[in-house]
């Protein structure tokens, strides 16, 4: 990016100044669930169903843009239908639960959990011989634990019974002890179970939750327009919000005047990168293509433009995920 930077801030007739910002973008789910009101988990099956259930919902309460139906609730409905927890992967049954809670997900599936560990013997050096000056070799004992979860989550729309994805768990924890002279240290199986289930629900929910990141990204600044660099103060404050509509305010004032073509340009230029990482991918390139007619070559608009194509084409690719049978 400073390279990009030195090319602009070389050229003969480029502005001369450029902001990188830090700003905070979302990233969108693996599974997207956006367009549902309320999540579902039934009683999911396996040695590990149990434990994981009480996992997940633990880690559901904390998150606020899904509101999740207890395992309680959903009984409780089940029972004013008629419909048994086993019945629930019948996709009639479903979509009697649907006709109930419309917009509702509901997660059926099977999660393991096994242990295991192994022993270890060698030699280590333990120090030096007083007597001879020469390392002294020690026997070591080595216990190595390792918990391992593995299961699949069916993610379904009650409504309609289509399977929106299938979600493949693959999580482990371990841990490890060694002596010198003795047998090592036993351990906590139970301890390990809970980490790794955990670290599966987390898992989870960070696959359906859309996470915020951090993105360095550049602006320009146009010396006769103050307002566009408020407009990054505000983005780099995490205001996108705010520096959106004031690049939108300086367009409008701009292309109703006779202005500096650079100056429009470096509002769009900046508009169509907030864009970008909105996922308004069409916006976004209608901003650099006319970024490109105003000051052609005077800005990275082409950079960004890949950039976009890049962010559109996994956000496709995301949308269009086969679901697993």
């Known amino acids: 990016m400073s390279s990009m930077t030195d090319?602009?801030?070389?050229?003969?007739?480029?502005?001369?100044?450029?902001?990188?910002?830090?700003?905070?973008v979302t990233e969108p789910a693996e599974i997207d669930?956006?367009?549902?009101?309320?999540?579902?988990?039934?009683?999911?099956?396996?040695n590990a169903g149990a434990d994981f259930s009480a996992a997940i919902m633990e880690e559901m309460v904390k998150n606020k843009d899904i509101r999740v139906i207890d395992r309680t609730q959903l009984?409780?409905?089940l029972k004013e239908l008629g419909i048994a927890q086993e019945d629930l992967f019948d996709q009639t049954k479903q979509?009697?639960?649907g006709a109930m809670l419309p917009g509702t997900v509901l997660v059926l599936g099977e999660v393991n959990y096994q242990y295991k560990e192994s022993q270890d013997r060698s030699v280590d050096t333990c120090g030096i011989d007083p007597r001879t000056g020469r390392p002294l070799n020690c026997p070591k004992s080595t216990r190595t634990g390792q918990a391992l979860v593995n299961g699949r989550l069916h993610f379904t729309e009650t409504e309609t019974g289509r399977q929106i994805q299938v979600k493949r768990l693959s999580?482990?924890?371990?841990?490890?002890?060694?002596?010198?002279?003795?047998?090592a240290a036993q351990?906590?199986?139970?301890?390990l179970q809970d980490l790794?289930?955990?670290?599966?629900?987390?898992?989870?929910?960070?696959?359906?939750?859309?996470?915020?990141?951090?993105?360095?990204?550049?602006?320009?600044?146009?010396?006769?327009v103050p307002r566009i660099e408020r407009g990054i103060a505000e983005a780099r404050a995490g205001k996108l919000e705010n520096a959106k509509n004031i690049f939108s305010e300086v367009i409008v004032e701009l292309e109703s005047t006779p202005s500096n073509k650079e100056d429009l340009a470096a509002a769009k230029f900046n508009l169509g990168v907030i864009k970008t990482y909105e996922r308004k991918h069409e916006e976004a390139e209608q901003l650099?293509?006319?970024?490109?007619?105003?000051?052609f070559k005077k800005f990275p608009a082409v950079d960004m433009r890949n950039i976009n194509d890049c962010l559109k084409k996994k956000d496709a690719e995301l949308k269009q995920a086969p679901v697993e049978s």
């Open 7 to 24: 090319w602009m801030c070389g050229a003969a007739d480029a502005i001369c100044k450029t902001e990188v910002a830090r700003i905070l």
């Open 33 to 46: 669930l956006t367009q549902y009101k309320n999540i579902a988990f039934a009683d999911i099956k396996g």
């Open 75 to 77: 009984a409780a409905h």
């Open 95 to 97: 979509m009697k639960l």
């Open 171 to 183: 999580t482990s924890f371990g841990d490890s002890s060694s002596v010198q002279w003795g047998s």
């Open 187 to 191: 351990l906590n199986p139970a301890e």
């Open 196 to 224: 790794a289930i955990k670290k599966a629900a987390e898992e989870v929910i960070y696959s359906i939750v859309p996470t915020a990141k951090e993105r360095n990204v550049i602006f320009y600044k146009a010396s006769d």
């Open 288 to 295: 650099f293509s006319e970024v490109d007619d105003l000051a």
